[in-house]
């Protein structure tokens, strides 16, 4: 059966995730979460793709972004995945396929969504055990959006105007959005984001979701969305 196409909205943001093949690791030294940050941001530059929050992790990435054109996620992809793979398996003396299939993908509304997205995305080492506090992960956009050292080279992150209806001003926002990660994410936005990333449906409240649909002329939200997940699946 051939896959549907993905939901694109220019204008529109979305969270991607794109991993390794069976969880193996895509990143092996500093010099490849570089290689890979500067290839997304040249084809981001080329093909009209805006970056908000991101996240690198060892074995798969996390990505806020807002395409200007119905295939400019599809181009960036496309071009990354290519790139880097050539760049990975010279580098650590490999061959075959690096990456889980194609990248997964989720129209995110903004008002009801978007900044529980950045807080889904920039608390995942968190998650997964690797640090106490997001400002400890070097590769994340948690220090640029919220304040603190090492904000080197990430001048290429441009914020959602969600996010800067946060405060008038660069530290009342920073503060504002410290304040946001006091409060545990509500376990039905977590079940959202993840129903809807994984399986490419549109997150959303039902009047967005209604508004995709009737713009596709297909279903847009699984029935399901919001559902307690089953014991043991821990992906995040």
Avoid: C
């Avoid at 054109?69 to 995945?81: L, W, Y």
């Amino acid at each position: 059966m051939a896959r549907l196409p993905r939901y694109v909205i220019p204008g529109q943001p979305q969270h991607i995730i794109q991993r390794g093949n069976n969880r193996q690791a895509i990143f092996a030294s500093e010099e490849d979460f570089q290689f890979f940050r500067d290839a997304m941001v040249a084809a981001s530059i080329k093909q009209g793709l805006t970056l908000h929050p991101y996240l690198w992790m060892t074995n798969h990435i996390h990505l806020l972004a807002t395409p200007g054109a119905q295939d400019s996620i599809s181009k960036v992809f496309q071009s990354v995945g290519r790139k880097y793979v050539q760049y990975f398996n010279f580098k650590h003396r490999r061959t075959g396929t690096l990456w889980e299939g194609r990248y997964r993908a989720t129209v995110v509304d903004s008002e009801r969504y978007l900044l529980s997205v950045m807080r889904y995305i920039e608390l995942n080492p968190v998650r997964a055990g690797m640090v106490v506090h997001p400002r400890d992960y070097p590769w994340s956009s948690y220090v640029y959006n919220a304040g603190g050292t090492n904000q080197d080279n990430v001048e290429w992150v441009t914020p959602h105007q969600e996010y800067l209806r946060l405060g008038g001003g660069v530290e009342d926002r920073q503060g504002a959005y410290r304040h946001l990660f006091s409060a545990e994410t509500p376990q039905g936005d977590l079940n959202a984001i993840r129903e809807s990333t994984h399986k490419g449906w549109v997150l959303g409240s039902e009047q967005f979701v209604s508004k995709i649909e009737a713009l596709t002329k297909r279903q847009a939200a699984s029935k399901g969305v919001g559902r307690p997940k089953k014991d043991g699946d821990n992906r995040v």
